[in-house]
């Protein structure tokens, strides 16, 4: 364990989930990294891997945007979606990432000089470097091909037989090396099986979460996705989480008790509905995580992210614990 | 005239000529303003003004990059051209000044964001922020639209009535102020009709450089351009300008005397000729102006930069009347 005075934090995601941890995190004096899965593959970003042969960069622009010290307007720049034409739905910060793949030969020169652009505070890293697809074999022999479709997907709660990354890729080094010297390592929120799992299919990702000995957090979801973890309690994504992970190696789980709105589980109701805890045990940490939604925003968001976890209030919970290694 | 010990330095035009003028003039201690032309609408640039409408990104991307002293990677980053795709043809520094301007609601702020990013040594000013068209009527009454369709013209030279803006747009006020304050006003090297003209026919442009105590020197081109300049000699270019300005404001005339390789001025042959001199004044300056081309570069290059400048002898020869003012 890293005994110096700065604590190392590592969170591990992709999407939103990996967003709001860091933009909350990044307040604090931490050694801060992010690892990303790279399975994405919808959007702008599977545009342009399909034309460009690029890595994806969507995931790991939102990192960079979450722990940037950058004015407001390169923010804003990084997430401006062009309206029309050829570039239609492109983010600007993913054709910036893209660019920078092509110019330096190297998704990761990439992200590190995209990371100076944007001065961050922290690193962020690709989980692997290797160009893979998402799949998954449903109970009912049905494949699904890429992490979009499997987003899509509203039979995943039928069971699947597996899911896997084509080829099965080598890990980023630097992954090991952060998973091992870090103090706490964070996991979730996010999407189940399209943002957390893709990161535990490469290839020694959880022996070192095994090995290490940094403190383990599950952050838990606050909705479940219909179709995908309909009906999931806690116990329930822990257990998916175990079976890649080999062990339950989780110290802390962070469990929101805040309720939302009621008009806005209803509005919600056909994305999904609130997870329940189911369960009882000394790891559990119970706190209002709610993130406000005011009249404003509420019109510009999607459904999806009406309900959402606040960046500061995760950041303090995470912190106390950060305060007891 | 502007007294102070650094001298402030206007260059106008559009395009490469701008780029190897600014380039070289960096490396000194000056006031440097670039005022560029905001007639373009081929390539990259033409796309992203149809399809976005937003204002003509190319020549404003050359200058900026001209005057940048950020690393060779960002320099090149700014040129790099996508391939494939949607997104093929578009350099990604047009795209950066495209979504700057939707992100700020503004070109202007754009190009001054866009230089903060490159850490640009200088100003670069459009000369003005109203969308514009280029148009010329031909002696044969036919119309050409756009700064594209004129300089692919082959009939130029065969005489046209009137070019102008469409509609008739008013100056940037800066660029009045740049020219009332200069000590040295640069005009040229550059295409007569797509890149130096269309400034001038900007309200007020041609009344500032009549007015202003500023030295003027004109860079003539290597070049002709077959169809558009052929056969010009020094004072075809010279009455060309006049024409517009409506006096001869020039204090020097800058004038190659180093003549290219036999087999690059027979390579360019279908692309135009040697630009001869014809005139005998107190204001010619000749001097080795040209540009060195290696082996290695010959085969990168299009014809029409084979034979180009040398961005340093030009600064050179500039810095020379500089210090005379």
Chains 1, 2 share one sequence.
Do not use: W
Request: proline share 3%.
């Amino acid at each position: 364990m890293n005994r110096a005075s700065v604590k190392k934090v590592v969170v591990i995601g992709g999407g939103t989930g990996n967003f709001v941890i860091l933009k909350g995190l990044k307040r604090y004096p931490l050694d801060l990294t992010a690892i990303v899965s790279m399975a994405d593959d919808g959007g702008s970003t599977g545009i342009l891997r399909d034309e460009l042969g690029v890595l994806p960069p969507g995931d790991v622009r939102q990192c960079l945007v979450a722990l940037s010290n950058s004015s407001r307007l390169m923010r804003s720049l990084m997430n401006y979606r062009f309206e029309n034409g050829g570039l239609g739905g492109h983010s600007f910060g993913n054709l910036l990432l893209s660019a920078l793949e092509k110019v330096t030969g190297s998704f990761e020169k990439a992200v590190e000089e995209a990371g100076k652009i944007l001065y961050i505070n922290g690193k962020v890293i690709p989980v692997t470097t290797h160009q893979v697809r998402l799949k998954m074999v449903l109970n009912n022999r049905k494949i699904l091909e890429g992490e979009k479709e499997i987003y899509l997907s509203q039979e995943i709660d039928q069971g699947y037989k597996t899911i896997y990354l084509e080829p099965f890729p080598k890990v980023n080094p630097r992954v090991i090396e952060e998973i091992q010297n870090a103090d706490l390592i964070v996991i979730g929120p996010g999407g189940l099986h399209t943002s957390l799992i893709p990161n535990l299919l490469v290839e020694g990702v959880c022996e070192a979460l095994i090995n290490t000995d940094a403190k383990k957090v599950y952050v838990v979801n606050l909705m479940n996705r219909r179709g995908q973890t309909t009906g999931f309690k806690t116990s329930h994504y822990i257990k998916e989480l175990v079976r890649f992970i080999g062990r339950d190696i989780f110290d802390h789980i962070l469990i929101n008790v805040q309720k939302p709105a009621e008009e806005l589980i209803e509005f919600y109701a056909e994305e999904g509905e609130l997870v329940e805890n189911d369960l009882d045990d000394e790891r559990l940490i119970f706190a209002d995580l709610l993130g406000r939604v005011n009249q404003e925003t509420r019109h510009d968001l999607l459904k999806r992210n009406l309900i959402r976890h606040d960046s500061k209030k995760l950041a303090q919970e995470l912190m106390n614990i950060v305060d007891h290694i």
